[in-house]
């Protein structure tokens, strides 16, 4: 399989940037990013960390459709954003970036956003996963919700929680108090490392992509993401399945572990220190899970 980045021609026509590390073959992990419209940045290491944790693994990962270095269709155009701006059509975009990769019998693992679809892909293409792995994210968006009202409270002061509220029942988005306490969050919740290697002198999210599904920030929701919930579905999850989860996440710790009841074959870990990107917060203790939980599921041992 080749090595270094490869531009994917999408049946549709656009083209998708993916890059592929380590010459291992028997070993695949397939990685989607979060956002949704963010990028494939944080998982440009994760061949490297792994080979620390004395694991080889072939790691694929991509900049999803809008984003980054991959084509950004004109989605202002109302035909184009109904077609590429849909579940479907994300989920559907991971199966064939793997058809294009040439691997089957692999791991796919999912951050935030990719978490999502790591879900919904080992629910309608789980034949082909050796396993699945959910970092930050949980299956509803209800509790979800919940646990940002009481991120507020535990963070902010009572004035400049209300006020967040207050903005967000207006629609008051570019007040700059308002963002300001977005900033305070995000450092708290999100990047609790705020590392400068990932910064860039340009913003790189997909802005029309993460509005679409999320909204303005992470502590709110007023797109698509608001109808997320697939508790009823998450007992047909087959294949080996680690949730791995910040301890100071924008991500309800509950869920997670209810999560890691319901799914038939599944394991809760956690990240000290680390937050919704604890893959960069504590990467040492992130990494040693993610490379037992491949040495397990390899030598058939996960979860017994």
């Known amino acids: 399989m080749k090595q270094g980045t490869t531009i994917l021609t999408l049946d549709n026509g656009y083209h998708l940037w993916s890059h592929t590390d380590g010459t291992n073959d ?8 979060g956002g949704p419209g963010g990028n494939h940045e944080y998982w440009e290491n994760f061949h490297d960390e792994l080979l620390k944790q004395g694991l080889d693994v072939q790691v694929h990962y991509y900049d999803q459709l809008g984003s980054w270095y991959s084509d950004q269709p004109d ?15 994300f989920l559907d975009e991971v199966e064939e970036v793997r058809q294009k990769l040439g691997i089957d019998h692999f791991y796919l693992i999912g951050q935030s956003w990719g978490g999502a679809l790591t879900m919904m892909y080992a629910l309608k293409y789980g034949e082909h996963l050796k396993g699945a792995i959910i970092s930050s994210m949980v299956d509803n968006i209800d509790e979800y919700l919940e646990h940002q009202d009481a991120i507020r409270d535990e963070a902010l002061a009572p004035e400049d929680a209300q006020f967040m509220r207050d903005c967000e029942k207006s629609g008051d988005w570019d007040n700059e108090r308002y963002q300001k306490l977005v900033d305070v969050l995000n450092a708290g919740y999100v990047d609790r490392k705020q590392p400068v290697a990932i910064r860039h002198l340009v913003p790189t999210m997909a802005t029309p992509v993460y509005n679409a599904f999320q909204g303005d920030n992470e502590f709110v929701v007023t797109g698509k993401l608001k109808e997320w919930d697939v508790r009823d579905q998450i007992h047909n999850i087959k294949v080996p399945t680690l949730l791995t989860f910040g301890e100071h996440e924008t ?3 509950k869920s997670a572990q209810r999560m890691a009841e319901v799914i038939p074959n599944a394991k809760l870990v956690t990240t000290p220190d680390g937050g919704h990107h604890h893959m960069i917060d504590n990467a040492p203790v992130y990494f040693k899970h993610l490379a037992d939980y491949l040495r397990e599921v390899e030598a058939g041992t996960f979860n017994k």
């Open 75 to 89: 989605y202002s155009d109302p035909e184009i954003a109904e077609k590429y701006l849909s579940y479907d059509y």
């Open 26 to 33: 028997s070993i695949h992990l397939l990685a989607l990013h």
């Open 251 to 253: 991500m309800p710790l």
